[in-house]
């Protein structure tokens, strides 16, 4: 069965405090692994996409990276307002739905 | 200009009735979706719209209908409501389903968050 495991559920980080987020997923046929940021009563909002093992996209003090089992994003130096939830979704075959892991809470306190 | 829009924003409804939501895109794509997320927040697809094929998650009741009068539109319809559909849904456009970045980034709209009493 395809699932993706995010890791941790919470995570609270001091102003400045270097981090990383996992994502790690089992699925048959991967195409592509999103990452999207939720502020609380929003939609998500699209990060990134990556496609290849090694491949890495970098957006202010976001940076994403994919291996064969795992994605990781790192936030350097995270500013309050850098707290939301953070969804992990991967895109399997000719199917486009995305399919979510639960999510990182991210709490960046100043 | 906003890209995905959803009305209502809340729908609060009693059990037994029937609801809309509506959900248009002003992006030009192709391909658009609804998802459901839980008390537990999570996201999860029940419908997905092509070029006018129609890919049902199998988990999602028949009481849920999508509807789209155009490519821009895809509304939701949902016959005897219960109280286990209260959630936020979500509506999503893509230029595609598949084909790389440009083609398959899928952008979401603020969501509705039913409740059913």
């Known amino acids: 069965e395809d699932q993706v495991t995010q890791s941790p559920e919470a995570l609270r980080l001091q102003e400045g405090e270097s981090s990383s987020l996992n994502c790690s997923y089992t699925?048959?046929?991967?195409?592509?692994l999103f990452w999207y940021r939720q502020d609380p009563g929003k939609g998500p909002e699209f990060l990134f996409t990556?496609?290849?093992a090694g491949e890495e996209k970098e957006k202010e003090r976001l940076k994403a990276t994919l291996t064969k089992k795992e994605s990781f994003l790192h936030i350097t130096a995270p500013k309050p307002e850098d707290s939301a939830t953070y969804l992990c979704?991967?895109?399997?075959?000719?199917?486009?739905?995305?399919?979510f892991g639960k999510g990182t809470k991210l709490s960046v306190k100043p | 200009d906003t890209a995905v829009s959803q009305t209502p924003k809340y729908l609060v409804t009693q059990m037994g009735n029937d609801k809309s939501i509506k959900c248009e895109q002003n992006l030009g794509h192709d391909t658009m979706y609804w998802y459901k997320q839980d008390s537990k927040k999570f996201l999860k697809i029940m419908f997905s719209y092509n070029n006018k094929e129609l890919i049902i998650n199998e988990t999602v009741p028949n009481r849920f209908s999508p509807k789209s009068p155009d490519k821009a539109h895809l509304n939701l319809h949902i016959n005897s409501l219960e109280l286990g559909d209260s959630a936020v849904y979500f509506c999503?456009?893509?230029?595609?389903?598949?084909?790389?970045?440009?083609?398959?980034?899928?952008?979401f709209g603020p969501g509705t968050r039913l409740l059913v009493l």
């Open positions: 990556l496609y290849s």
């Open positions: 979704a991967v895109t399997r075959g000719s199917q486009g739905n995305l399919i």
């Open positions: 999503a456009s893509s230029q595609d389903l598949a084909g790389g970045p440009k083609q398959e980034t899928q952008y």
């Open positions: 699925v048959s046929g991967l195409r592509g």
